[in-house]
């Protein structure tokens, strides 16, 4: 089932996109049960898990630079036992993409400053009517994103939301409404 | 899969809950493959038809009060092939919930002015565990949703977001956010 | 002039009226120079210092019952330089309102649990056409507001905004929004 | 006083800048009673008509490229009765501003594609410590603006907050929020 509670996670200090983004992300996506999926920028491996939840029959490639957050890939997939299901590789993408088998949905959480190239190895990659779900928390990000799609009309469609969830913490007779930071999410659906 | 684009529905003047307010919804619900849902204020029967696309072995019911409605969610079902997996009740909740089995989830996105006597009913027909996602468009709606979760502590506990969708529009080389309404989901667990 | 930088203030752990909700809050109020303003709930003085600057010929009442907010009010009034234009009310309002000269508006920043009563008694002072302006970070005090107006329809009027504020932090060569908390701004004109 | 209601302008069917974005927008602006103020892409005037109430002893110059706008901002000084104190020029900026007098803040509401030109042309026109404020409502225009400001880091300090009102609409029994386009507010200020 999709939709972790972000507690059930172990994050450490890398940033974890939260739970709602990540539910929104996910079903942008589409994933049928024997998708391939990439994972580019994987942080603390959350949509990772999620993803591999929705692929029994299927694989999601995780890949992150960092080895902080590598080494919390791998504790989450053994927290939710889902390491068969997911290959992790220790390198900044697109390093690595090339040598991956094809892919149906490719999630784009971080890209350091290689948005570019990174779209353009997965587009190799990517099956026709396949989806391409980018996470931006930087308005440099989500303009370059809009750049690089309307450049690629002919090969992508592209749909953008801002999404901001505010969470109302309860305390003693109050809620209050505590916001979390907007995301730009954009869905881009190969021709 | 989960996330329908809001175009694929038939929608006349009905109101219709929007795509990422649907996918949250349902996410929260924590749909297993055979559960039984109540849909209380199905509108266009779009959760209906979401719920229903998540639970191959189980049951929607929908119950709706206004006869347009009705004859929406009706097409909707046709139009979408869900129609064995859904009984509509043309009925104004809490109407109609007394007979209806056992349930592992109820959505609700619209109460009239019963959403106390709503949630009373259902609580009967509830299995522990079980979810109650309520989709809050005026203040009152919200205000007396918290009221009651909170007086009934015993029986449930309760989180809540205002989800807030921000979509951006095409417009020759420019891209424009176009805000939707915000919308508080609660999500109440019964014990 | 109406803005001050949220830095400029002597804050400690008092939680303070961020900028953006301020400009909004002072313009509603509609202050004119000579006005009689009372600011209930003063917390750090921010919106009482706001006030005065609008109201060079007029005088601003702060109310505040908590001890560490009231030094930092008057901190910030010498800091600010406009102790002659306000006067400092170490009071739990109601409480101290009834022997206060009548004003043409009423900021209301923090009721405690007494916010009808505080309406109560602020009504008796305020002119015909007078404003209170009222910000509420709770549901429970949007939703009692909204009770209280419109249940005193003959009296008031009011109009409600929700604002939430974005804020975009520059690092290194990204800007990155940082969500502030929302934020229901209540302003109701006495008929 | 600043923060006029939106029904109180004449509006055609020029898109109109609303009350919370132009009150923070001339709040941010920092005007003093003689400043001189550019108001560039005037559209419907509303900003005009703001900045002028808050300059008695300063003037505003207008730039509109429209031959509907440019009417519709007359129409609206004399209904608010600010003439002497607004001059309109029916151009396209950056024509026109060469001719102007320095200035001690700018307002850009609408830069058709003109935005770095624009910020040139009154570079040079801008009085030290002075401001521009720069309405956006495509993500384009925001991303050119970071650009511009990050290019030209020793002339201008800049902050950026995207504004997003929802409004409460009474209907019967409820309130009901009513969202509004968000918007990003760049203050930049002249070292």
New interface residues.
């Given amino acids: 089932?999709?939709?972790i509670s972000d507690e059930e996670f172990l994050r450490g200090d890398v940033p974890m996109t939260k739970r709602?983004v990540r539910?929104?992300t996910i079903?942008?996506a589409?994933?049928?049960e024997d998708a391939v999926v990439y994972d580019i920028g994987a942080g603390t491996g959350s949509l990772t898990i999620e993803a591999a939840a929705q692929v029994p029959h299927g694989h999601v490639y995780a890949i992150e630079r960092k080895d902080e957050a590598v080494k919390l890939i791998r504790a989450n997939l053994a927290h939710f036992g889902v390491e068969e299901r997911v290959t992790v590789l220790a390198k900044e993408a697109p390093d690595g993409i090339e040598k991956l088998p094809p892919c149906d949905a490719v999630l784009i959480g971080g890209s350091g400053?290689h948005l570019a190239d990174i779209i353009d190895a997965v587009t190799k990659k990517l099956h026709d009517g396949g989806r391409i779900v980018l996470n931006c928390?930087?308005?440099?990000?989500?303009?370059e994103a809009?750049t690089y799609f309307?450049a690629h009309a002919k090969t992508y469609d592209y749909?953008?939301?801002?999404?901001?969830?505010?969470?109302?913490r309860q305390?003693g007779?109050?809620?209050?409404?505590?916001?979390?930071?907007?995301i730009y999410i954009v869905t881009a659906k190969k021709k």
């Fill in positions: 089932m999709l939709g709602e539910i929104v079903a942008n589409q994933l049928a400053s928390i930087t308005l440099q990000t989500i303009a809009l309307r749909e953008v939301v801002q999404l901001q969830v505010n969470r109302l305390l007779p109050y809620d209050m409404a505590k916001a979390e930071n907007p």
